[in-house]
């Protein structure tokens, strides 16, 4: 079974702090995804990344791959408000159409 | 563009009674879809995927099942209720072909069980 694990689980800073987010896992992932979720909604996809040691920026975050593809980071900088919300990362590779999601970071950025 | 739907969103049911989640996809042919149950805000569990028509896989065994009636279509249901059955139900598609691990979630279904 694959595991994925996230750290922190609860975070909250003030607005302007930088923040990493960490998942790790012992098992080698084909593709991981980061997705953000806010309550009451569906998550939705910020990136996918597939190479060992593949970096991706999307504005103010920062993903990153392992070079062993077993975990992923990202990076948030100089947060604000509206990054407020559960981002989740997901593994694919084991099953076919199952991905394995973490059990997400509770982000809260405080103006 | 393609779009997801599913209703309703917000569902307070008594035990031992019966559910229908229904959820359609837009804009998109021959879909993957996916139901998943998140539990208090957090990590997201797979109940059933969908490779095509009439084709179910299920991942956890469960009070539940799941019915790809047409295309684009993807319903759960429930005959009987259980307090362990609330939660927030989500419906996903993602594109056919060889699986990347992208999924498009729709707005998600709040079930109470009382």
């Known amino acids: 079974t694959q595991l994925l694990e996230q750290s922190p689980q609860f975070l909250s800073i003030q607005e302007g702090e930088n923040l990493t987010v960490y998942c790790n896992s012992s098992?080698?992932?084909?593709?991981l995804q980061w997705y953000r979720q806010e309550p009451g909604e569906g998550p939705v996809l910020l990136v996918t990344?597939?190479?060992?040691?593949e970096v991706k920026k999307l504005k103010r975050l920062t993903f990153q791959f392992g070079d062993a593809r077993k975990d992923s980071s990202l990076h948030i900088t100089a947060a604000q408000p509206g990054d407020t919300g559960l981002y989740l990362c997901a593994g694919a590779g084991g099953s076919n159409y199952k991905l394995t999601f973490g059990k997400g970071t509770l982000l809260t950025v405080n103006p | 563009s393609q779009t997801i739907h599913q209703w309703p969103a917000t569902l307070v049911q008594p035990v031992g009674s019966p559910l229908s989640l229904e959820c359609t996809v837009e804009?998109?042919?021959?879909?993957?879809l996916y139901w998943y149950r998140q539990a208090a805000g957090r990590g997201l569990q797979l109940l059933f995927y969908s490779v095509g028509i009439g084709q179910i896989s299920s991942e956890v065994p469960q009070n539940l099942s799941a019915s790809r009636p047409q295309d684009r279509q993807f319903i759960l249901s429930s005959k009987k209720l259980l307090l362990s059955d609330s939660g927030f139900y989500l419906c996903?598609?993602?594109?056919?072909?060889?699986?990347?691990?992208?999924?498009?979630f729709g707005e998600g279904s709040r079930l109470t069980v009382l």
């Open positions: 990344v597939v190479t060992g040691g």
């Open positions: 098992s080698v992932f084909s593709s």
């Open positions: 996903a598609w993602s594109v056919i072909g060889v699986f990347t691990g992208e999924l498009f």
């Open positions: 804009g998109t042919s021959n879909p993957n």
